[in-house]
């Protein structure tokens, strides 16, 4: 499978967070291949951003993955409830990473509905289906991600990203609609003073 290499998330945060709308996450999870296409994120860079775990520089036990080598999974633990994935970006001491909002599910549905919901796929209530994995605590739950995998290496077989689904190597066609990219405000970070405007969330929209 060709997967995103570790230059990749070398580069600048943010046009990493935009770039990565469209691409597919893929997760092996007990054997099971689950397959999510990435439709919503948001950008956090240490060195200026008030909005991030690692704002000047701030090492913590909890932020010293953001600390590492890019390419590796950041995953954090709010309200002491849902666990939010993110990807370490940028050189090794830099502090940053995007976070993962949203998804769609494109392969092993029934693993990650019993995951979210305790039933397949066939029996989520139109609700569910709607706000099936619309959320980074959801996601992780779907993918049953936690404090666990913290640092994984998205570089190898058990966590990692591809640009396309033949390149992860599922048989299965890209969305037949028309999207467009949206840039916003980040969500939950009123706190942060002037990087509570910065505009680096980025969703795919369906157009009419």
């Not at 994995?133 to 998205?154: F, H, Q």
């Amino acid at each position: 499978m060709a997967r995103l290499s570790r230059e990749f998330y070398l580069g600048d945060t943010v046009e990493i967070a935009r770039t990565l709308l469209g691409k597919y996450l893929i997760r092996r999870l007990r054997g099971e291949l689950l397959a999510c296409r990435i439709t919503e994120t948001e950008a956090y860079v240490g060195r200026m951003d008030k909005a991030c775990h690692a704002y000047n520089y701030r090492r913590t036990e909890r932020t010293s993955t953001m600390f590492g080598p890019p390419g590796h999974a950041y995953i954090y633990l709010i309200y002491g409830m849902y666990h939010c994935l993110n990807f370490v970006t940028e050189p090794e001491g830099e502090p940053s990473a995007v976070l993962l909002r949203g998804v769609e599910v494109v392969a092993g549905g029934d693993t990650v509905s019993r995951l979210r919901f305790g039933c397949p796929a066939a029996e989520m209530t139109p609700y569910q289906r709607k706000n099936r994995m619309n959320g980074p605590g959801k996601i992780c739950k779907g993918l049953s991600l936690s404090r666990a995998e913290n640092g994984m290496d998205l570089t190898e077989d058990t966590l990692f990203l591809c640009g396309s689904p033949a390149d992860a190597g599922l048989s299965l066609s890209p969305p037949d609609r028309r999207e467009r990219i949206v840039c916003s405000p980040r969500v939950g970070v009123d706190y942060a003073e002037e990087a509570r405007d910065f505009p680096w969330r980025f969703q795919l929209i369906q157009e009419d």
